[in-house]
């Protein structure tokens, strides 16, 4: 008797698991990983929203749009997660995404009024490298030294095309001769964050594209203050990385109730130390303790998303050029 009620609620909990509405969120495979966001996002939205929530990995924050522009309106996703605002006029140009109904009191250095997107978490990108060695203080003292560093591609990575974008914010029709100059500073081009950093942790390069937040990983998940972010006097490039929700969604109300969560309290206390960016919304707790010490840019450099649209082409032949020396 007893086993035949314990499979009788195996039966009643799987027909109901069967019968929960999924909606299903493209990101980037650092999202999705053990280690990201993604497990604890998961869980948290699924106590609430009575569905079943598919996180699905699809590269780097770049190849998301390419994904989405391949599969259309036949495309499985409801939302799309890891878009930056280099990217999101291009996403517009599609017709593939619906204005969200997204409201907060966001903790953003930019006022944000996007009526598509809705942005989750923020950072400055730098230059991650070892404490205990000296850094270049601009690109062209990076240029003139023998610093090895790894980039990612920008077009599959967001912080690939986000270091096209610095470069172009603070040096204009001057960022070809800094491409060139660089060059051969340039290990490798990986496709995505991931594969760059790791190459950096195995010693293969003096420093690597990422964030000034970085180096809060280290510090709070492992207790090792030996990694630091250059700061560099042209300023630092922001990234702002944004969800938004596909027009062809058959789950319209579900991708609306993940996007006013992703703005919670919740969910954005998840962020700081999983996916180690600062938040979009300030948790109510505040920023975990180690944030305090990370570096802070004098000037900040970003572009609006048609000014990124605008010089995107152009940035990407200018490195392409320089690299194929």
Request: aromatic share 10%; glycine share 6%.
């Amino acid at each position: 008797m007893k086993y035949l009620v314990i499979a009788a609620g195996l039966l009643s909990t799987t027909a109901a698991y069967a019968d929960a509405p999924e909606l299903t969120v493209y990101t980037y495979d650092s999202f999705v990983s053990d280690w990201g966001p993604g497990p604890a996002v998961e869980k948290a939205f699924e106590e609430v929203c009575g569905c079943d929530l598919k996180l699905v990995g699809a590269g780097d924050g770049a190849a998301l749009l390419a994904r989405i522009k391949l599969e259309g309106e036949r495309s499985d996703a409801d939302v799309v997660l890891g878009l930056d605002t280099n990217l999101t006029a291009a996403a517009k140009a599609t017709g593939l995404f619906a204005d969200h109904s997204v409201t907060a009191d966001y903790a953003l250095p930019v006022t944000w009024t996007d009526a598509t997107f809705a942005p989750y978490d923020w950072g400055y990108f730098s230059f991650v490298h070892n404490a205990d060695a000296a850094a270049p203080a601009n690109f062209k003292e990076l240029a003139a030294s023998d610093k090895k560093i790894v980039i990612q591609d920008p077009r599959s990575s967001t912080p690939g095309l986000g270091l096209l974008m610095w470069v172009k914010a603070a040096y204009g029709d001057e960022a070809p001769a800094i491409w060139a100059d660089l060059a051969d500073n340039v290990v490798t081009v990986t496709k995505g964050w991931s594969e760059a950093y790791g190459m950096f942790l195995e010693g293969e390069a003096d420093m690597v594209l990422s964030y000034t937040t970085s180096p809060a990983y280290h510090l709070i998940a492992e207790e090792d203050s030996s990694k630091a972010a250059a700061v560099f006097d042209e300023g630092h490039y922001m990234q702002v990385e944004v969800a938004g929700k596909l027009a062809a969604s058959d789950q319209s109300e579900l991708a609306d109730q993940f996007l006013a969560f992703m703005v919670s309290d919740v969910f954005q206390s998840i962020i700081p130390t999983t996916n180690w960016m600062y938040p979009a919304v300030t948790p109510a707790e505040g920023l975990p303790n180690g944030f305090e010490t990370l570096v802070e840019p004098g000037k900040s450099l970003l572009l609006t998303e048609d000014e990124a649209a605008a010089v995107r082409d152009a940035a990407l032949d200018e490195w392409l050029t320089a690299l194929s020396q």
